[in-house]
């Protein structure tokens, strides 16, 4: 699955639930909460928009370097690479955080049931399908606004003339 579908999936996902979150529960969860959370989480792949961060920040670092010195290539990367593999577990915060969030918005209650949906034919689907559509859904509202933005410039241009201005 590539970062594009797996950042749709967790956008879809989020604006899924924030649509459908009530108001947050409690200010502290409780353990059994934070467990289905972490769960719910992991069901979904929630997460698996952050994979790439350690990396893309490593990376960015690496960049900041060989922009100031080119000669330091080599290395930047034995030291991106290890770096990577030592900061690759801290994704693990990542999880618990998001699984706390979704803990305090949602009950236990309301979670196992979500994630009854999501462990459903359905659900499944939907958590297959979503990136996809979403991707589909972003394409087309770019080449609509690229189109809408043409007419706009053009009914513009036709004001201004009308207004004896030369665009």
Request: net charge neutral.
């Amino acid at each position: 699955m590539s970062f594009v579908q797996t950042t749709y999936r967790a956008a879809a996902l989020a604006a899924a639930l924030a649509v459908f979150a009530p108001a947050a529960h409690a200010q502290q969860p409780s353990a059994a909460a934070l467990a289905s959370a972490k769960e719910f989480v992991n069901l979904t792949g929630a997460t698996q928009i952050f994979s790439p961060l350690v990396a893309g920040v490593v990376e960015q670092s690496k960049m900041l370097y060989l922009q100031q010195n080119p000669n330091l290539s080599k290395d930047l990367n034995e030291i991106s690479a290890k770096l990577k593999a030592e900061l690759n577990p801290r994704l693990e915060e990542l999880n618990v955080e998001m699984a706390r969030i979704y803990a305090t918005r949602f009950t236990e209650a309301e979670l196992k049931e979500i994630m009854t949906f999501y462990g459903s034919p359905t659900g499944k689907k939907v958590l297959i399908e979503q990136p996809q559509a979403a991707e589909l859904s972003l394409k087309f509202a770019q080449d609509w606004s690229i189109k809408l933005s043409d007419e706009v410039v053009a009914k513009m241009r036709d004001e201004l003339k009308k207004r004896g201005q030369n665009p």
